[in-house]
């Protein structure tokens, strides 16, 4: 932390640094605030995923209970 | 894995250390504006972030025009996502510039800058590409009808840009010319590395949704051919293409 505060240049940050930063942090918010709404989306196709593989094993394991039950299609 | 989502991990590295490069060269290498000073570091957000927003403007253009000639729909939505980006760049564009103009010019915003005021318009023509879409019921037609208007939209943007550049009561500082403009190396060296982030960060963040999009597509085709076709709720009208 020492040296990077050695090598850090003299920032004037009581005039312009409010309006720099303020730049600078809308920037990554509105990347933030994407990759979390992508994130969300991504959380509710992997629940449908978990769902569906669910289904895919009640169905499989009924047809094994009834081996005679014919198959529905599959297309 | 979609095909938009291999080499997804490496690109977002990529772009994550060459925005980082490019931050630290920001504060520690370029040097202070003679003019502006400090709040000029601005400028290697706002103009990188301007310049990929325009260009995804165009690029949307022109995956529309695929779409039209081909009839696919991969490309409709290739088309979609890239508006889509662009046009969260261009908020962010209008925001930074906002907060540069008042630090430098006192005002939030001049209306009498041809640069501010043209990259509003295309803003705003842009802005409407998702009303036009939520509009159209009809998958089909949605499709070509955004595609026409992101053809024609996706033209009007190096028009405009040129129109302004030809423009002469400007108060807006040009400083990336054809001929090398007036920039210093070591603020040019920044500058070109802040745009190579921004544009690594439109493409991961395009393949991001895109693989998104892609994988919850096969879901539903999954869920479809697995359970029939009652299971899968239908799709609520939307803007995005599915």
């Known amino acids: ?75 | 894995m979609s095909v938009y989502g291999r080499g997804l991990r490496g690109l977002a590295i990529a772009t994550v250390l060459t925005i980082t490069a490019a931050f630290a060269l920001v504060f520690f290498y370029a040097p202070l504006d003679a003019d502006q000073g400090f709040v000029q570091k601005i400028f290697y957000v706002h103009v990188p972030m301007a310049i990929t927003a325009l260009c995804g403007f165009v690029l949307g253009g022109v995956l529309g025009g695929m779409y039209l000639r081909t009839g696919e729909r991969k490309w409709d939505i290739r088309s979609y996502v890239a508006i889509h980006m662009a046009l969260i760049f261009g908020v962010g564009t209008l925001i930074t510039g906002g907060i540069w103009a008042k630090a430098s010019w006192g005002h939030w915003w001049v209306w009498s800058d041809p640069t501010l005021t043209s990259f509003l318009i295309v803003m705003l023509l842009f802005a409407t590409y998702q009303p036009l879409r939520f509009s159209i019921e009809d998958p089909e037609r949605q499709s070509r009808y955004a595609s026409v208007f992101a053809v024609v939209a996706g033209a009007f943007v190096p028009l405009n840009f040129i129109a302004v550049r030809a423009a002469q009561g400007y108060v807006h500082p040009r400083v990336l010319t054809l001929t090398g403009g007036n920039l210093p190396g070591s603020m040019r060296l920044t500058f070109v590395i802040a745009l190579v982030g921004m544009g690594l960060l439109y493409v991961t963040l395009w393949k991001y949704e895109m693989s998104a999009k892609a994988t919850r597509m096969q879901v539903r085709a999954l869920r479809r051919a697995l359970l029939g076709e009652d299971s899968v709720a239908p799709l609520k009208r939307s803007a995005a293409p599915s």
């Open chain 1, 1 to 75: 932390m020492s040296w990077f505060v050695a090598v850090a240049p003299a920032l004037p940050l009581h005039t312009a640094g409010k309006y720099v930063a303020g730049a600078y942090i809308v920037f990554l918010a509105l990347v933030l605030v994407y990759v979390a709404i992508m994130a969300s989306r991504l959380a509710r196709t992997e629940r449908e995923l978990a769902e569906l593989r669910r289904d895919v094993e009640l169905r499989r394991q009924s047809e094994a209970q009834d081996p005679d039950r014919q198959r529905e299609p599959v297309a």
